[in-house]
């Protein structure tokens, strides 16, 4: 089965510029994610959505950052306008639906877009 | 959702066992520990997960302590392709994961 997608992988911007980053999950996955991940530590998550509707967003600098599932597939994550410590990893994810108590979330992770902000 | 300590390194020799702790002394009873690994340029893996018994799969075997204060990855045989960060986190079901600092897992020749 075809993994998570994500493009570009690699990007450089200056401050003040916008940029947009783009994951298709697996396909029949209903929940995405978007993380964030500086050098050096663990991926912070910045929003999650269930089909097209956002579960999770109180991480996500809504000053800078928006996200989208229009059709509760394919997401995009931007970012408008930059900041040097926007420099990071972002890391798509996405999973299935799943509410039975003893279920396990298992995620499963794109490779991720490098964003360098000059 | 429970914290969880975890030493920053390790060594571990090619084709031993490699066993990664996680301290995790807070959890309730129905949060469920859950080993991730990030091989460097590359996104999060799912390795395991349990909830009380201890569990195997193809990848590894997850120790979990009586007391579900503690558990232990184990790759039974360590490879070079196993360098990397494992994350240990514990989350109740359906929630969000929280990545920590994890431990950089170093498997030398």
């Known amino acids: 089965e075809a993994g998570v997608a994500q493009s570009p992988r690699y990007k450089i911007i200056e401050k003040r510029q916008s940029v947009a980053f783009w994951c298709n999950p697996i396909?029949?996955?209903?929940?995405l994610y978007w993380y964030q991940q500086i050098l050096g530590q663990g991926p912070k998550l910045l929003i999650q959505?269930?089909?097209?509707?956002?579960?999770?967003d109180s991480q996500l600098p809504k000053d800078r950052f928006s996200a989208e599932r229009l059709k509760g597939v394919d997401s995009t994550l931007k970012i408008q306008p930059a900041k040097l410590e926007d420099s990071a990893v972002y890391l798509c994810?996405?999973?299935?639906?799943?509410?039975?108590?003893?279920?396990?979330?298992?995620?499963?992770f794109g490779p991720g877009t490098r964003l360098t902000v000059l | 959702d429970a914290k969880t300590t975890q030493p920053p390194s390790m060594d571990c020799a090619e084709g031993r066992a490699a066993n990664l702790p996680c301290n995790h002394s807070t959890i309730s009873g129905n949060e469920y520990v859950y080993w991730y690994r990030q091989i460097h340029s590359q996104g999060p893996q799912y390795i395991i997960h349990g909830l009380k018994n201890n569990e195997t799969n193809e990848m590894a075997s997850l120790i979990i302590t009586e007391d579900r204060k503690s558990s232990t990855l184990i790759l039974p045989h360590a490879t070079l392709r196993d360098t990397a960060v494992y994350y240990c986190?514990?989350?109740?079901?359906?929630?969000?994961?929280?990545f920590g600092g994890g431990t950089r897992l170093m498997v030398k020749p």
């Open positions: 986190i514990v989350i109740h079901a359906g929630n969000m994961l929280t």
């Open positions: 959505f269930q089909n097209n509707g956002v579960v999770d």
């Open positions: 396909s029949g996955h209903a929940t």
């Open positions: 994810a996405s999973s299935l639906v799943s509410g039975a108590p003893s279920s396990y979330n298992e995620q499963f």
